[in-house]
């Protein structure tokens, strides 16, 4: 294992957990949280979740296997050490992301932001997303839940990170 990060800056974003130990090596199960669990791979280093912290992670190999990944870890070198480790969450700071596109947003950029009908009715606030194939949709709370679907142009008119607000063209009634 590598050194903490040192940074104030907030949590890591969880990208997946350990599942299980894969084989005697000290190889591990990963279910990843990305649309391609290979995606999980390009990012270094790796922060675990371990006693209450996040711990910095080498990551000396991995590939795609099956639904999710099979990774070695620096200093995990045998079952015993892969078992220690199972149901640890996989995280990424922010930073170590790309930049994503004037019109495309990270979900954890979403999470927690104000929605607000055309008419300054604010629903609530962005609790999480659901993928359902055609589009994403926001899982608002409020005084209820709606779901909101993730439609720029048509249901979403505007995002705004920094005045943390999504502004949509979407009646509360239907």
Not at 90 to 102: A, K, M
Not at 124 to 142: K, P, Q, S
């Amino acid at each position: 294992m590598a050194a903490d990060r040192n940074s104030t800056a907030d949590s890591p974003l969880v990208m997946g957990r350990i599942t299980r130990p894969h084989g005697i090596k000290g190889w591990l199960n990963i279910a990843t949280y990305t649309d391609l669990p290979e995606n999980l791979l390009e990012y270094r280093p790796w922060y675990l979740h371990r006693q209450g912290r996040w711990q910095a992670a080498e990551l000396v190999n991995g590939r795609h296997h099956g639904k999710g990944l099979v990774v070695q870890l620096a200093g995990c070198n045998d079952r015993d050490a892969a078992e220690a480790l199972k149901g640890t969450e996989i995280g990424i700071y922010r930073d170590q992301l790309p930049e994503s596109d004037n019109d495309e947003y990270y979900w954890s950029d979403l999470v927690g932001l104000q929605v607000i009908t055309q008419d300054n009715r604010g629903l609530g606030i962005v609790d999480h997303l659901i993928e359902t194939g055609a589009n994403d949709v926001l899982v608002v709370t409020g005084e209820q839940e709606y779901l909101v679907p993730f439609i720029q142009g048509q249901v979403v008119e505007a995002v705004d990170l920094e005045a943390r607000e999504i502004r949509v063209d979407w009646d509360p009634d239907y």
